[in-house]
């Protein structure tokens, strides 16, 4: 019955920042590890970002590190994800989702997904 929605996407220009949202259901969000994952048309799934349960650790991908910050707001059960000086490639449906599994960097250790909110960005 968990139900995560995604909000925040839409067309920037290369250089330029969004802000992702991910408003979660659910009386157990604060005791699950939450990551942001993103699909390219005709590309795998990969892994963006995690952020542990209590907020105090979180890991990125080579690709977005320095660049993206994800956080969290346990009161309100929601993720967020920074994006800044935004790139052609990432140009991505994004994905918010709970970890259940050891590996964060592994989708198929994540269990409930939201649809995704798209993220375009112009060269």
């Known amino acids: 019955q968990v139900q995560l929605v995604e909000s925040g996407g839409g067309l920037v220009q290369a250089g330029g920042s969004l802000r992702l949202s991910c408003a979660a259901s659910?009386?157990?969000?604060?005791?699950?590890?939450m990551g942001w994952f993103r699909q390219a048309p005709g590309k795998e799934r990969e892994f963006v970002a995690v952020?542990?349960?209590?907020?105090?650790?979180?890991y990125y991908a080579d690709s977005v590190k320095g660049r993206f910050t994800i956080s969290r707001d346990n009161a309100k059960n929601t993720v967020y994800l920074q994006l800044n000086s935004l790139k052609a490639e990432d140009t991505a449906v994004y994905y918010c989702a709970r970890k259940i599994g050891t590996y964060y960097f592994k989708a198929v250790d994540y269990d409930y997904w939201g649809q995704g909110t798209q993220v375009t960005v112009s060269s």
């Open positions: 659910g009386r157990t969000f604060s005791i699950y590890d």
């Open positions: 952020i542990m349960r209590s907020g105090g650790m979180t």
